[in-house]
């Protein structure tokens, strides 16, 4: 069985920094390629980042460059978002997602809820 448990999310002032990290179990870890999302309140769910299965290419959606940064530790079957400068707009439920093929959006975990206060 699949599972991927999110932690880190929290409220927080505006130009604040919060880490998510999300630990997955119950497939091979090593050769997913991991993502978050993210749904603010009223909207549709959308990406955020990727890493590959290297950690060696990362993908971000525009309004996040420069501010968030996607990260995995293999060995502790983690990935990582480490999120600065948060925006009022940043406000969401983050979800951790795994693909076991590039682009695919297989494994869904429960999410963490950020808000973040103006």
């Known amino acids: 069985q699949v599972q991927l448990v999110e932690s880190g999310g929290g409220l927080v002032q505006a130009g604040g920094s919060l880490r998510l990290s999300c630990v997955v179990s119950?497939?091979?870890?090593?050769?997913?390629?991991m993502n978050w999302f993210r749904q603010p309140p009223g909207r549709e769910r959308e990406f955020v980042a990727r890493?590959?299965?290297?950690?060696?290419?990362?993908f971000y959606q525009d309004s996040v460059k420069g501010r968030f940064t996607i990260s995995r530790d293999n060995a502790k079957n983690t990935v990582y978002l480490q999120m600065n400068s948060l925006k009022p707009e940043d406000t969401a439920v983050y979800y951790c997602?795994?693909?076991?093929?590039?682009?695919?959006?297989?494994?869904w975990g429960q999410g963490t809820q950020v808000t973040i206060s103006s």
């Open positions: 997602v795994a693909g076991l093929f590039a682009g695919s959006s297989d494994y």
């Open positions: 890493i590959f299965r290297t950690g060696g290419s990362t």
């Open positions: 119950g497939l091979t870890f090593s050769t997913a390629t």
